[in-house]
C-alpha cells in the first residue's frame, strides 16, 4: 500500500531509471571492474541545498516551490567510505557541478601514501554536466560539499561483487556470515594497508552496531566467522598514522571502549608516532 509521498515518487524513480541501470550501466560497470558477479546493491537519490516541502494534495503530492518553501538545508557529507560497497557510481542530474568547483570531491592520499586524511587542501572535486558519472572503488575516500545558495542532485548506485551462494547484508540474520562475501576486504587475511584496516574495522562495527553487541569486545567475532576485533584493526591502519583511525581511537578512548591492554598498546604507538615526528 502506497502511503507516503516517499513510496510515490519512489516507484516512479525506480521505474524511470531501472532500465538504464540495468541494461547500460550494470554491463559497463562489470567490464570496468572485471567482475562479472557485480550487482547492484542500492540506488538512491540524493539532494543538497534547500529541500522543498512535499506535500499531499487531495490524491496527488505536489513538490512546493522551493524558493518558498523548505524542510532543511543540506549543504555536505562529511568525507566518508562506502564501507559495504565495492565501487560506487554517481550521475549528476542537474549542472551545478559543472565548474569544478563544487559537489562530489575524493581527499588524495597523504604525503607518505596514506589514505586517511581529510585536509580541505586534499580535495579534488569533479566538473559534471548532467548525465556525467563518476566512478569510484571502495578505498576511496569522499564526500560532498555544496556551495550555499546551490543546489545539487544526483543518483547513487552502489555495487556489490556477490559471489554465489553470498547472502544479502539485507537479510538480517546472515548480515554477520556475509562480511565473509566482502572479497574486496579480504576479511580472513591480514593487510599492512591502513585504509582497508579502517574502512574493515568501520564495516565490523556497523555490524555489531546493528546486532547490538558491545563495542570493542574481544569476544566480536561473530560466532567465528570473523577473526578480526575492529579496535585491534583501528591501531593497526593507526600505526600508518591513518588519521581516520587516530580519530576514532581517541573517541574510543574518550567513551571508555578499549581494554587495558587496548589502552596501554594505543599509549604506546603515541609515544611511537611523537617520537618519530621530533626526529623529523
Avoid at 524513480?13 to 554491463?27: A, G, R
Avoid at 522551493?66 to 565501487?87: L, Q
Avoid at 585536509?119 to 558519472?133: C, E, I, K, W
Wanted: aromatic letters at 6%.
Amino acid at each position: 500500500q502506497i502511503s507516503s509521498p516517499t513510496d510515490v515518487l519512489s516507484l516512479k524513480i525506480l521505474e524511470i531509471i531501472t532500465p538504464h541501470v540495468e541494461n547500460i550501466l550494470l554491463p559497463a560497470m562489470r567490464k570496468v571492474m572485471n567482475a562479472t558477479t557485480l550487482q547492484v546493491s542500492d540506488v538512491f537519490i540524493r539532494r543538497y541545498g534547500e529541500l522543498p516541502k512535499i506535500e499531499k494534495v487531495g490524491l496527488e503530492y505536489n513538490i512546493e516551490n522551493e524558493s518558498e518553501s523548505t524542510n532543511c538545508k543540506r549543504y555536505g557529507i562529511p568525507a566518508h567510505y562506502d564501507v559495504f560497497n565495492m565501487v560506487t557510481a554517481v550521475i549528476a542530474l542537474d549542472d551545478s557541478a559543472c565548474t569544478g568547483e563544487n559537489g562530489l570531491y575524493t581527499v588524495l592520499s597523504g604525503p607518505n601514501g596514506q589514505g586517511g586524511t581529510n585536509h580541505p587542501s586534499l580535495r579534488r572535486y569533479f566538473s559534471m554536466d548532467t548525465g556525467d558519472a563518476i566512478l569510484h572503488p571502495w578505498d576511496v575516500q569522499h564526500g560532498v560539499d555544496v556551495k550555499q545558495g546551490t543546489s545539487r542532485t544526483s543518483c547513487v548506485i552502489w555495487f556489490m561483487d556477490c559471489k554465489e551462494n553470498s547472502p544479502s547484508l539485507t537479510d538480517g540474520k546472515s548480515s554477520a556470515r556475509s562480511l565473509i562475501h566482502l572479497p574486496w576486504l579480504s576479511i580472513e587475511n591480514d593487510s599492512d594497508d591502513d585504509v582497508r584496516n579502517f574502512v574493515l574495522a568501520s564495516a565490523l562495527e556497523s555490524m555489531e552496531y546493528l546486532f547490538d553487541n558491545n563495542h570493542g569486545s574481544d569476544s566480536f567475532n561473530f560466532n567465528g566467522l570473523c577473526p578480526h576485533n575492529p579496535i585491534s584493526l583501528y591501531i593497526k591502519s593507526a600505526s600508518a598514522e591513518n588519521t581516520n583511525a587516530l580519530t576514532r581511537l581517541g573517541n574510543a578512548c574518550k567513551e571508555k571502549e578499549l581494554t587495558p591492554s587496548q589502552v596501554l598498546e594505543v599509549e604506546s604507538l603515541l609515544d611511537q608516532i611523537a617520537g618519530s615526528s621530533n626526529r623529523g
